[in-house]
């Protein structure tokens, strides 16, 4: 039996003369007088391999009429050395098999389509270059995140998706419940009746559960999915996304920044040395200037200052005329277009901000000597905004029992997270990466909905 090889393996391994199975579905398909050439695509590559069909050797009715733009197939045949341009080998068809017909109205012909579109058809839109690619990408940068931190001694934990926590200061939630929706009883509904006899919510981020397994097994991290019921209609908002929450036990604020500084970095030379084509792609179609740009972040240390210094900063560009739209002054969090100037103007560089004051910031992170700020960390990335956001964590039970009361918390739903600090606290510090915007800063593609299979937003959840 031929083994049935893929696209991506036959390009870079193929000798001439080489017998051959594939399968994929039809790019396009050209006809001349005697022969075809057919684009197939099999999902493994961006390249398309030529498959030459010399039409006297296969039947109209049975095979010829069936292959058309989007149908799958699988063929069996000789590779040959390409006479056309544009690729140098190219397979001789001896046997084809029409897997899947496809019939006229096939939504993606051989055209441009805009990326409203697509959204459209979600559920084909895999088999266009664009989303091909993206999802390539994605998945090395999922894969290099376990690498990354496995090679380091990291645990994977698997922190719950539906959770009892009242709120972990990160967001509005979406409830879990099985009791039928009645918005005239909203008021009086007994949760102990309920599935989990108690008000239960989809997690915003597994950070506190996963606090509770670095407290007992040292470095960790939780990968998955985590959901937001924000009202933010924006191209860097999901309400359901990809977050990885490292969390490291005896690391203060210094280590964390270093160590997600190196992630960062790792992650995107990973992305560089294993997604070449999806990336020259992408610096072409996309965001010209992006690879040298990847390039050049990969290998440098990002710029850091405290919220203070950022303040000033931006203090100073409205004193030299910028304008923003939103106020600048000490207190007041950084807006997407403050961000945005730090990262893409001032700094032209990522850029970690630090130290931010407590009231902007969740009551879990550890406040600072002066009582004002909090030892919190973002990093900016141009074009984005905040692509991380992490802090050394409070460790003293009655500092972070006091934060608690200050925020407005139920203390008895946290009472098992301020155990933590009751027996064995040590210092420790995490951060979350969205995976989203990171694939966005890495590809350049400029809208959210993109870099996810099937997106979920405000007033859409279509699929
Ligand atoms: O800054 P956030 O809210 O931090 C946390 O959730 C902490 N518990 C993380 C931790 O310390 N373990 O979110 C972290 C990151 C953001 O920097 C951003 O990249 C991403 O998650 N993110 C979103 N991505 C897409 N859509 C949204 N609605 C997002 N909200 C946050």
Known sequence: MIKLLRIKEILANSSIDTEITISGWVK?????????FIELNDGSTMSNLQVVVDKQNFSYNDTLNKISTGASIKVRGRVVASVGSGQNIEISAGFISVLGESPNDYPLQKKRHSLEF???????RSRTNTISAVMRVRNTVSFAIHKFLQDRGFFYIHTPIITSSDAEGAGDMFQVTT????????DSIDYKQDFFGCKTHLTVSGQLAVESYCLGLGNVYTFGPTFRAENSN?????????MVEPEMAFYRLDELIELSQDFLRYLLQEVLENCQEDLIFFDQRIKPGLLENLRSVAGSSFKHMTYTEAIDVLTHAIAQGKTFEYPVQWGVDLKSEH?????EEYSKS????TDYPKEIKSFYMKLNDDGKTVRGMDILVPGIGEIIGGSERED????????MKESGLDIDSYQWYLDLRKYGSVPHSGFGLGLERFVMWVTGMSNIRDVIPFPRTIK???F
């Open 179 to 186: 009791i039928p929706f009645d918005s005239k009883k909203i």
């Open 350 to 353: 990522p850029v970690i901000v």
């Open 118 to 124: 697509l959204r459209e058809i979600s559920h084909l």
């Open 28 to 36: 396009s398909i050209r006809d001349a007088k005697e022969l075809s």
């Open 339 to 343: 961000e945005r100037y730090l990262t």
């Open 234 to 242: 924006t191209v860097r908002h999901l309400a359901e996304f990809w």
């Open 396 to 403: 003293d039970y009655e500092t972070l029992l006091n934060r």
């Open 460 to 462: 859409n959840c279509q």
